[in-house]
């Protein structure tokens, strides 16, 4: 009874129309669509981490790139945990990022968009773990970035590769 619901619930969702994103693999459209944007470099450490990100994501380094992927990024580090004496017990982390995909050829911004993630912060006693603590969640606030622009950015080269 369950394998013959099982099996009826998989011809039901290969006729909804859902295709996988990364059809093909390497060789797939989203994956070379990926491989061809070439990712601008982004200043600070945070720009750093992002960029590096991306490039990891996207299958490396341009070597023919079609598309530009500029980033801007606002990174603050905001105090919000106040004790009696004003020493601060937490803090949180916000990383933004406003992006757009220009095509190389015609300098036509084809996709701007916005990507974002936050992260709380203990404040401690000592010093170099609350410094260490407010790096590891920049990088981690790295990661969540980069993931949410190639999601974004998957999405768009698979639409124009279908002529949607």
Same mark, same amino acid.
Request: proline share 2%; aromatic share 4%; charged share 20%.
């Given at each position: &009874?369950?394998?013959?619901?099982? /099996?009826?619930? &998989?011809?039901?969702?290969?006729?909804? *129309? /859902?295709?996988?994103?990364?059809?093909?693999?390497?060789? *797939? @459209?989203?994956? !070379?669509?990926?491989?061809?944007? @070439? +990712?601008?470099?982004?200043?600070?450490?945070?720009?750093?981490?992002?960029?590096?990100?991306? +490039?990891?994501? &996207?299958?490396?380094?341009?070597?023919?790139?079609?598309?530009?992927?500029?980033?801007?990024?606002?990174?603050?580090?905001?105090?919000?945990?106040?004790?009696?004496?004003?020493?601060? $017990?937490?803090?949180?982390?916000?990383?933004?990022?406003?992006?757009?995909?220009?095509?190389?050829? $015609?300098?036509? +911004?084809?996709?701007?968009?916005?990507?974002? !993630?936050?992260?709380?912060?203990?404040?401690? !006693?000592?010093?170099?773990?609350?410094?260490?603590?407010?790096? $590891?969640?920049?990088?981690? /606030?790295?990661?969540?970035?980069?993931?949410? &622009?190639?999601?974004?950015?998957? /999405?768009?080269?698979?639409?124009?590769?279908? *002529? @949607?």
């Amino acid at each position: &009874m369950i394998r013959a619901l099982a /099996l009826a619930m &998989m011809l039901a969702l290969g006729a909804c *129309g /859902l295709k996988p994103m990364y059809a093909g693999g390497s060789s *797939g @459209q989203v994956a !070379s669509g990926l491989s061809a944007v @070439q +990712v601008a470099p982004i200043p600070e450490r945070a720009g750093w981490l992002v960029r590096n990100a991306l +490039v990891d994501r &996207m299958g490396g380094e341009a070597t023919n790139p079609v598309f530009r992927l500029e980033v801007e990024l606002d990174d603050n580090l905001i105090a919000f945990g106040i004790r009696g004496d004003s020493t601060t $017990t937490r803090e949180r982390r916000t990383l933004r990022a406003r992006y757009r995909l220009v095509e190389i050829g $015609t300098g036509e +911004v084809v996709l701007d968009a916005t990507a974002g !993630s936050d992260a709380g912060i203990d404040v401690v !006693s000592s010093e170099y773990a609350t410094v260490a603590a407010e790096q $590891t969640a920049q990088e981690r /606030l790295a990661t969540v970035i980069a993931d949410q &622009m190639v999601s974004r950015i998957s /999405l768009y080269v698979r639409n124009r590769a279908s *002529g @949607q």
